[in-house]
């Protein structure tokens, strides 16, 4: 999972209860904050000249509707950079799910649920793959990984079934 930092398997931090899967994920963004401002710049020269033969033609509106377009596309930028602050966690130990949801604007949320009475659902869509992956329990559903590429989400649906199996197994512990 590239959009994804996952840790699978155990972890006994307290020797109390392993975690059976861990992962924490962002939105991908292939542009960072240097290459748009590389972009910005481009844009905002191209604008600048193009405005300006304008400008000399006598059509001196023109100029500052150039402006404008380089203002849209600055907030068009900086509105995809907010919304790239989402996060997700979720840690799966044998007694409990941790559903962590950060939203842009820094909201937080979180959810506890028993891996003994949640269930995973997959919506798939014939043509384009897994669509909508949930965590249900006692009829409420919890969408997660919402802003991930199809496979990415059927990699963690995969992932997550197989932790949720292991917790409903039970986890062995040896009597050393």
Known sequence: MSAAKTASGRDDRDDAEPTLFEARYHPYRS?????????MIIVAG?????????L?????PVFGLFGLDVLAIWWA???NFR????????????SLI?????TPDGTEYREELNPLWTRLNRELHEDYGLQR???EMRGRPYVIGSFLHTAQREELAD?????????????VRSAF
């Open 83 to 94: 919304a790239a602050r989402t996060c997700e966690e979720i840690v799966v130990t044998p």
């Open 133 to 135: 992956l949930t965590l």
């Open 98 to 102: 941790r559903l962590r949801h950060v």
């Open 31 to 39: 542009l960072d904050e240097r290459g748009f401002m590389i972009v």
């Open 56 to 60: 000399l033609m006598g059509a001196w």
């Open 159 to 171: 992932r997550l079934s197989l932790a949720l199996n292991e917790a409903k197994r039970g986890v």
């Open 46 to 54: 191209i604008s600048f000249v193009c405005g300006l033969a304008f």
């Open 77 to 79: 930028f900086r509105m």
